[in-house]
């Protein structure tokens, strides 16, 4: 497993727009493939599962990103910095043909958080 700390940055807000919000990361300390990974987040003394995406927004046409959605976490709150656990990587960065796609996909991923 790969931990590291990574600083966070101010995003577009898409994944709260189409229902997941994200935070967003500073790519720098990424030692990682490009995918979708199971993680545990460490922010302050909380802990939370959730999923990180890290590579390109091929469904937007868009460069590398890395943001993740992390489960009963209050997106309101941006906090400075959060330690990254990987725990599994679930899948590979794909590109869909629209949105709806794309979200369809984040609820199977989703799945992974649950078990």
């Not at 999923?51 to 943001?67: A, Q, W, Y």
Request: charged share 30%; hydrophobic share 35%.
């Amino acid at each position: 497993m790969h931990t590291f700390k990574a600083k966070v940055v101010k995003g577009k807000g898409r994944g709260k727009k189409i229902g997941f919000p994200t935070i967003n990361l500073d790519p720098v300390n990424f030692n990682i493939d490009y995918g979708v990974y199971l993680v545990e987040a460490k922010i302050g003394e909380k802990t939370y599962k959730g999923l990180l995406h890290f590579g390109r927004k091929e469904t937007f046409n868009e460069g590398v990103s890395v943001e993740a959605h992390l489960k009963d976490f209050n997106f309101e709150v941006c906090p400075k910095n959060v330690i990254i656990k990987i725990l599994k990587r679930i899948r590979d960065i794909r590109k869909f043909n629209n949105v709806d796609e794309l979200k369809d996909q984040i609820k199977k991923d989703l799945f992974y958080i649950c078990n």
